[in-house]
């Protein structure tokens, strides 16, 4: 399955702390992307980074892909207590036939003020 | 607000029956997906339109269906439903024709329960 598999599981931290979460997949992908869900909610995408980069970055959010690894991780800085929500990694790829967008299961994400 | 209404909102109905889900994309994007949140199963894609035809399949099961219309709505048919069919059911949309080349603006999502 090319579904990305998130680590950690779930995670909390104190209010300006920063948050790093994990994105593993297992085939090659087009782009990888980010999503936000807060409680119940429709998800909302974040950011997206293609095959061929490295590195971006979105205000507060910076995003690495290592293709070789096939890993991404998201970086949360100076976090806030309106971050807590859950955080998807997307992977966009060629699946029996056709691109299609995965997601894995997600890190619950608690920022304590 | 991404601009994809989805209705309705909240349904509960009895196995065996059989409802239907509609959605609205956003003003302009050609391509309709459909998503099944579960807590045990994550977030699984079933199927995605673009301007009215079957663009790429997922984990849909055989008793659900879906379409999309010339007025680019689309709805997801699920019959004969199961206890286990309870989920959030998103629909999302895009501009490309190729799933997930973009970014994907979700609807508020449907809440099923069956019981």
């Avoid at chain 1, 702390?17 to 994105?23: G, V």
């Avoid at chain 1, 299609?100 to 299961?105: M, R």
């Avoid at chain 2, 302009?28 to 099944?36: E, H, N, R």
């Avoid at chain 2, 984990?59 to 010339?70: D, K, T």
């Amino acid at each position: 399955s090319q579904q990305g598999e998130e680590d950690p599981q779930a995670l909390s931290i104190q209010e300006g702390e920063n948050a790093t979460m994990n994105c593993s997949y297992k085939t090659s992908i087009n782009n990888l992307q980010w999503y936000r869900q807060n409680s119940g909610r429709g998800l909302v995408h974040l950011i997206l980074i293609r095959s061929n980069e490295r590195e971006k970055h979105s205000g507060r959010l910076r995003v690495t892909l290592d293709t070789s690894k096939k890993s991404s991780s998201l970086l949360i800085t100076a976090s806030r207590a309106a971050d807590t929500a859950s955080y998807f990694c997307a992977t966009a790829g060629f699946i029996q036939g056709a691109q299609k967008l995965v997601f894995g299961q997600g890190t619950r994400l608690t920022i304590n003020p | 607000d991404s601009g994809v209404t989805q209705t309705p909102k909240h349904l509960i109905t009895a196995t065996g029956q059989r409802v239907t889900l509609r959605c609205s994309p956003r003003s302009g994007d050609l391509s309709v997906y459909w998503y099944q949140q579960s807590l045990d199963q994550g977030l699984q894609f079933l199927i995605q339109y673009y301007n009215g035809e079957e663009r790429a399949k997922g984990n849909i099961l055989e008793r659900f269906s879906a379409q999309q219309f010339p007025d680019l709505h689309s709805e997801l048919n699920l019959s004969s439903l199961e206890l286990g069919d309870s989920a959030l059911y998103f629909c999302a949309s895009s501009v490309e024709p190729a799933g997930g080349a973009g970014e994907l603006f979700f609807g508020e999502g449907s809440r099923l329960t069956v019981l």
